[in-house]
């Protein structure tokens, strides 16, 4: 079973802060790393992708990978009311499939 | 864009009805999925296909069929629904590609069996 772990929630952050989030996956032969936001009822969107060790900024959103550890993060910068949401960390390994971890919630405190 | 639409955002259906749920992808994607996403169990595959006529079981597969005549379509079939169907059910899709495979979801169905 290939597992998929997130740090639990709810994370609550100050407007502005960083709102840090861990996941970690037990497959050593993932490959493919992705981050999705959810928000309450509804679907989850896609905002991060990571393929190789180190990090991927986009916008106030920054992925880190580290394969040897076996984790991976996202940082969201300068937070806003708007990112409060849950985030999904999803790991591919090589049978099509995506495997999800439980989500952390994130409120971001005006 | 990547488009994926779902044919119903709410469906109430009774207790042993047949249940048809209706998945389009209009970016030409090899592989298509449906979850369904329950509080405090995440997201749980049910099926998934990689190509026309093709299907494979997920996690949850039972009680549960689906059908993909056409690349761009999935269909999710509850055959008799049941009360613990009750549920948020999401569509993906994904190219092939290698080492990619980002998945795209649809805006979900909420299914509630009375």
């Known amino acids: 079973q290939k597992e998929v772990e997130q740090n639990s929630g709810p994370l609550s952050v100050p407007e502005g802060a960083i709102a840090s989030l861990n996941c970690t996956y037990s497959?050593?032969?993932?490959?493919?790393f992705f981050w999705y936001r959810q928000y309450s009822g509804k679907s989850p969107e896609l905002i991060m992708s990571?393929?190789?060790?180190g990090d991927k900024e986009d916008g106030r959103f920054t992925a880190q990978l580290n394969k040897a550890s076996q984790y991976v993060s996202l940082l969201i910068r300068d937070s806003q009311p708007s990112d409060s949401a849950t985030y999904l960390c999803?790991?591919?390994?090589?049978?099509?499939?995506?495997?999800f971890g439980a989500g952390t919630t994130v409120t971001v405190r005006a | 864009d990547v488009k994926v639409t779902q044919s119903s955002r709410y469906l109430v259906k009774r207790t042993g009805e047949k249940v048809f749920l209706e998945c389009v992808q209009d970016m030409d994607h090899e592989n298509m999925f449906w979850y369904r996403q329950d509080p405090g169990l995440g997201l749980r595959l049910i099926y998934f296909s990689y190509d026309v006529k093709m299907k494979e079981k997920g996690d949850i597969p039972e009680g549960y069929s689906v059908s993909r005549e056409k690349k761009e379509r999935f269909s999710l079939i509850l055959e008799s629904a049941s009360t613990n169907q009750t549920s948020m059910y999401l569509c993906?899709?994904?190219?092939?590609?290698?080492?990619?495979?980002?998945?795209?979801f649809g805006p979900g169905t909420r299914l509630t069996v009375t």
């Open positions: 497959d050593r032969g993932s490959q493919s």
């Open positions: 999803a790991v591919f390994s090589n049978d099509y499939k995506l495997s």
């Open positions: 993906a899709s994904s190219l092939a590609r290698t080492g990619a495979y980002e998945q795209y």
């Open positions: 990571i393929y190789s060790n």
